[in-house]
């Protein structure tokens, strides 16, 4: 089946910098790709998402970017704080094969912030 | 508001034993979830609700049960251990209101489970 993966599994970055998580997608149908994050010994939380008619969507302090032409999402997070180490992942809902309720998730990325 | 309480949060089994993961939400929201995440493998469905009394399976859904028999309660169940049922076991809910409502998933904090 199609499926959400991400380009690198780990991303160390120091606190101030901007961060960026990558994500590649092969399911050009989805209508909706949605960003969690998940803290040590937590359940994932809700980001951001963005409609697949949009190429930008931001938030506080991040951005998602949709490049539909290479099937590519990405997530920026601004002036990175050591409270974002987590790890990441991206998902995708919709489309092909797929429904209006179901959440498909990548592997997840891990962002380390060092002070 | 306590949202998605999941009980309980660690449980060792031996393999063939069988056992049942509680779920609670008080948002009064309409979609459930049961995910499981394994080390590099992300977070897969296992077996979803849509409302009372309706289950569907997900990605992996063989060797577990659910039921929804009230709104705020969704039951995993797994009838005979496995080994490879090692996982850390996540439930969520989502408002399911069609468009954007049902990207957002509250999760709960998550069940350890360990087969031996």
């Known amino acids: 089946g199609e499926s959400v993966g991400l380009h690198l599994p780990t991303l160390s970055v120091q606190e101030g910098d901007n961060s960026i998580i990558n994500c590649a997608y092969s399911n050009s149908a989805s209508d909706y790709f949605i960003w969690y994050k998940q803290e040590s010994g937590k359940g994932p939380q809700f980001i951001i998402d963005?409609?697949?008619?949009?190429d930008k969507r931001q938030g506080q302090r991040v951005t998602v970017l949709l490049n539909k032409t290479v099937k590519h999402l990405s997530l920026q997070i601004a002036a990175t704080q050591p409270g974002d180490s987590a790890v990441y992942f991206c998902a995708e809902k919709g489309g092909s094969g797929g429904s209006n309720y179901k959440l498909t998730f990548g592997k997840g990325t891990l962002l380390t912030v060092n002070p | 508001n306590a949202g998605v309480t999941q009980t309980p949060k660690f449980r060792v089994l031996k393999t063939g034993q069988s056992m049942t993961l509680l779920c609670a939400q008080d948002m009064n929201h309409e979609y459930m979830y049961w995910y499981r995440q394994d080390p590099g493998m992300g977070l897969r469905l296992i077996h979803y609700s849509v409302g009372e009394g309706t289950t569907a399976k997900g990605e992996v859904p063989d060797g577990y049960n659910v039921s929804r028999l009230k709104k705020q309660n969704f039951l995993l169940g797994l009838e005979s251990a496995a080994p490879s049922q090692t996982s850390v076991y996540f439930c969520?809910?989502?408002?399911?209101?069609?468009?954007?409502?049902?990207?957002?998933?509250?999760f709960g904090a998550g069940s350890r489970l360990t087969v031996l």
């Open positions: 963005i409609r697949s008619n949009m």
């Open positions: 969520a809910s989502s408002y399911g209101l069609g468009g954007s409502g049902a990207n957002v998933l509250t």
